[in-house]
């Protein structure tokens, strides 16, 4: 059974760090984009970065380059965002997905999500 779950989210003051980890059961995860997602209350979910196959492509949106980095560690069959210079507008749920392709898609509402972890960036 394809499973994601992340960790990772807490709260930070603005300009801190936080490591978002997305673990994979059921499939091989570098074989596979994933993305990341966050939702914040009252606003559209927004596609925040990918990792394609197998060349680990990334893509970022255009608000957290430069800030954000998504890798993988194959050996743990996990996928990272490291976020540096929080802000509080980064406040969000922050999802995983994917939808088992190699590039860089939207994944669908029925495609494999994990079940969000909070960011929460205040003083």
């Known amino acids: 059974q394809v499973q994601l779950v992340e960790s990772g989210g807490g709260l930070v003051q603005p300009g801190g760090s936080l490591r978002l980890s997305c673990a994979a059961s059921g499939f091989t995860l570098n074989e596979h984009a994933v993305n990341w997602f966050r939702q914040a209350p009252g606003k559209e979910r927004e596609a925040v970065s990918c990792?394609?196959?197998?060349?680990?492509?990334?893509y970022y949106a255009d608000s957290v380059e430069d800030r954000f980095t998504i890798s993988r560690d194959n050996s743990k069959n996990t996928v990272y965002l490291q976020m540096n210079s929080l802000k509080p507008e980064d406040t969000a749920l922050y999802y995983c997905?994917?939808?088992?392709?190699?590039?860089?898609?939207?994944?669908?509402?029925?495609?494999?999500w994990g079940q969000g972890t909070q960011v929460t960036v205040s003083s």
């Open positions: 997905a994917t939808d088992l392709s190699m590039e860089c898609t939207i994944p669908a509402d029925d495609d494999y």
């Open positions: 990792i394609s196959s197998p060349d680990d492509s990334t």
